[in-house]
Each structure stands twice: as C-alpha cells, then as structure tokens.
C-alpha cells in the first residue's frame, strides 16, 4: 500500500508541471464571413512544436472552437515551432497565416490533423530545411506559399501527401538545387513560383510528372542552362519565365516532346540573361 501511494504522488506532481501555452485570439469575421482567430501578442514562447496550447480569449455569442475557418499570426516573434495542436483545438480550419512569427525550425508532421486545411502561408519567417511530409495529412491543401523564410534545403519528400495542391510559391528563398523528385507528389499542381532566389540549375526530370503545370515562374535566379526534354511533360503549359537568369546555353532539343513552348501560344520569356545559344 505504502509503494502504490508513492507512486501515485510521482504521477501527480510529473501531471502538474506539464505547462500550456497560453494564446490571445481576436475573434472577428474575414473579408469572406469566415470565423477566424487573429493571434495577438503571446507571452510565452513555445519550447516545442507539441505544447498544449490555451486559447484565452472567450469567443463571439454563439461560436465555438469548431466555428472557427482561419487563423492569423502576424508580427509575434515567440512561436519558434508551428503550434501543432493547433489543429487539435481549432478542428475546422481551412486556412492559416503566419507570418514574421520568429518560426525557425520546420519540423516533420508539424501540420497534423489538418484534413480540412486548403490553404497554407508561411512568410517571412526564418527556417532554414523544409523537412519531409511536413504537411502530409493535410490533403485537402489547394495552396502554399513559403516565400521568403531563408530556406537553402527542401526535402525531396517535403511535399509528400499533398496530391491536391494546385499552387506552390518558394519564391525568395536560399536553396540552391532541387532534387528531381521534389515535386512528384504533386502531380495537379497548376502554378510553380520558384523566382528570386539563388537557384543554379535544373534536372531534366524536375516537372517530369506536373502534367498539368500551367504557369512556370523561375525569374531572377543564377541559372544557367536549360537541359533538354525539361519540359517534356508540360503539355499545359502557357506562361514561362526565366528572365534575369544567368541562362546561356539551351538545348535544342528542349522543345522536342512540347514543340508549342516558344511559340505564341506559350511564350517563355528569356529576357536579361547572359547570351542565350541553342546548340
């Protein structure tokens, strides 16, 4: 009797220190209707991406957590992670913003449980890796924008589980290549934003299965050759652009398996480069 009562304390005080994360929100309605929580100023930083989190602000007359369609963040400096639960406490979001919110590091499933999440926008932050099937329950996401974050590595899994996606901005960001595979979960994406950054080249197999790429934005990066068959799978395509790039060679056979790239109807857009030669 004496050792269960010991043990029973043990659990008691282990229970008692786990602490919550206490989160402000501004209930308002969106442009749209939509419920949303505008995240204030929180006073505790999150020490893990799995903190429990307390949202503190009592909701509008007749609305509920479940009520709740999106979730902004803007100018808070002490996330650090993305809130993992916050899908736990806001089950029916269809969209979140964070951005300027101090997250530097990106981890593995941190968006779980997010079956009803359509879009995704994380600006201005600071995470260096986007991991593997760091979203990859979120199947219903239609759009992404991970623009300007100092990214320099994405993983070739990143995107693992998000078959819907339509739109993916990694524009302004820092990494350098892309593995081949970098896209290959992503097979209806119809817009791929990848400008103004510091990519320099590009595998054939890269769009090999976005069959249904429509607009291809690869501006402003220090690329300098475009291999050939890279656009061999990009029937759809309408709108190219790799201006101010450093391109100054182009495969001739480039055009091969997509011979209306370059023509009026799909013009690509080779302005300020190096001295573009065919070969």
């Known amino acids: 009797w004496f050792t269960k009562v010991i043990t029973l304390s043990f659990l008691l005080i282990f229970v008692g220190e ?31 991406p799995n903190d429990p989190i307390v ?44 951005q300027i919110t101090g997250i530097t590091t990106m981890t593995t499933n941190a968006f779980a449980n997010c079956a009803n999440l359509q879009n995704i926008t994380l600006n201005f932050n600071g995470f260096p890796t986007l991991p593997a099937s760091f979203a990859s329950t979120c199947t219903n996401v239609r759009f992404l924008n991970l623009d300007i974050n100092g990214i320099v590595s994405v993983d070739r899994n990143a995107f693992a589980g998000l078959t819907n996606l339509q739109s993916i901005s990694l524009a302004r960001n820092n990494f350098t290549s892309l593995d081949p595979a970098t896209f290959v979960n992503t097979p209806n994406l119809r817009t791929l934003d990848v400008s103004r950054g510091f990519l320099i080249s590009i595998d054939t197999a890269l769009f090999s299965t976005l069959s249904n790429l429509v607009t291809l934005n690869f501006a402003t ?45 799909t013009p690509i857009n080779l302005q300020n480069n190096v001295c573009v030669n065919t070969l």
């Not at 992670?81 to 979140?96: A, D, E």
């Not at 050939?228 to 029937?235: E, M, Q, R």
């Open 18 to 48: 786990v602490s919550c994360v206490d989160i402000p929100c501004i209930f308002q309605n969106d442009v749209f209707g939509r419920y949303v929580c505008g995240i204030a100023q929180q006073i505790q930083p999150l020490t893990s």
């Open 55 to 98: 949202i503190t602000t009592q909701h509008n007359v007749g609305r509920t957590d479940n009520n709740v369609q999106g979730v902004l963040a803007s100018f808070n400096p002490k996330f650090v992670f993305f809130p993992t639960n916050l899908f736990t406490v806001f089950p029916n979001l269809i969209y979140v913003i964070f």
């Open 221 to 265: 990066n220090p690329i300098t050759t475009l291999p050939a068959l890279v656009f061999g799978s990009t029937a759809s395509l309408t709108s190219i652009s790799f201006q101010n790039n450093l391109i100054n060679f182009v495969d001739r056979n480039l055009f091969v398996n997509n011979p209306t790239i370059g023509s009026s109807t």
